[in-house]
């Protein structure tokens, strides 16, 4: 019996003592499970949120998309420029424009007695005389002007004060001055070409030491001379110089271009000349 009794107390305690060991391990577990049960809600509020978190980046680039206006150029050149500065800008536009009508107004006229040119070569030397070659041109071509001119002097040589010049000299002469009053018509505009490009450099650079006189005055008033104080009125005021570059180039380039083409339109406009007076001498009207 004391050793039942002994063996049963040890079974209790061994009992006991398991019981005391396995209870702290389920209590770990327990609240452990919690925890994992929980996760995917957090997972899903955290997805969840992701495109908004995404969002805020194009909200924020969106926002930093701003236009910055540049409070330099011509428009804040006109708009802060004193009468000086505008009247240049003006004086500049109207010499651009005036070299630019020159340009194609010559151009088209000559055109037009290149053509004339070759209608005077195909039908006014066909014709029996000289009478129909003159009919047989139209009527604003200088080279029919020319022929009118050497066949009325041919005309109306005798009984007039002229009648003590020898007939060859005064169809000479009344031909020659026929040719100088076409080449004398050819050569208008050219003179305010030349003028236009010789000049515009100038007035520019007048106007960019006006601006630029203005804008250290200014500097100097206000007492700032940083980078950004000095570089954007100067460079504004530099502006005026490239505009004047911009109207002179073209003048020169056209006024050369224009004298190339008035020579060889004189040269046609001589060799006609030329032989119509041998015609004329020859006695052939």
């Known amino acids: 019996m004391p050793l ?3 063996l049963r107390t040890s079974v209790l305690t061994l009992v006991l003592s398991v019981g005391a060991v396995a209870a702290p391990s389920w209590a770990q577990t327990t609240p452990a499970a919690a925890p ?3 996760q995917p ?15 805020a980046p194009a909200a924020s680039s969106d926002v930093r998309k701003e236009t910055i206006d540049n409070p330099y150029g011509l428009a804040a050149l006109w708009a802060q420029g004193d009468f000086v500065a505008k009247g240049t800008l003006i004086a500049m536009i109207l010499m651009s424009m005036g070299s630019w009508y020159i ?7 000559q055109q037009r007695l290149f053509r004339h040119a070759k209608d005077a070569s195909e039908d006014f030397w066909r ?27 041919a005309q109306h040589h005798e009984g007039t004060l ?3 010049i020898d007939l060859h000299t005064w169809i000479s002469m009344s031909i020659q001055r026929a040719v100088e009053r076409v080449q004398s018509r050819l050569q208008g505009g050219l003179a305010f070409l030349a003028t236009v490009g010789s000049t515009a450099p100038f007035v520019g650079l007048f106007g960019t030491v006006w601006g630029i006189y203005h804008a250290l005055t200014a500097i100097g008033i206000s007492g700032q001379a940083s980078i950004d104080k000095v570089a954007g009125p100067v ?6 110089t490239a505009f004047g570059l911009g109207v002179a180039v073209p003048a020169v380039m056209g006024y050369n271009l224009l004298i190339r083409r008035n020579k060889l339109v004189m040269e046609h406009v001589r060799s006609f000349a030329g032989d119509l007076h041998n015609v004329l001498i020859a006695g052939k009207k």
């Not at 340009?103 to 006229?109: C, G, I, N, S, V």
């Not at 139209?138 to 050497?150: D, H, P």
């Open 4 to 6: 039942l009794n002994l």
């Open 36 to 38: 994992a049960s929980t």
């Open 41 to 55: 809600a957090a997972s899903e509020i955290t997805l969840a949120s992701v495109p908004a978190i995404a969002a």
């Open 103 to 109: 340009l194609f107004t010559k151009l088209a006229e």
């Open 127 to 153: 014709a029996a005389s000289v009478d129909e070659g003159v009919k047989a041109l139209s009527g604003g071509s200088v080279f029919r002007y020319i022929a009118e001119q050497g066949l009325k002097s």
């Open 162 to 164: 002229v009648e003590r």
């Open 235 to 240: 460079g504004e005021a530099l502006i005026m």
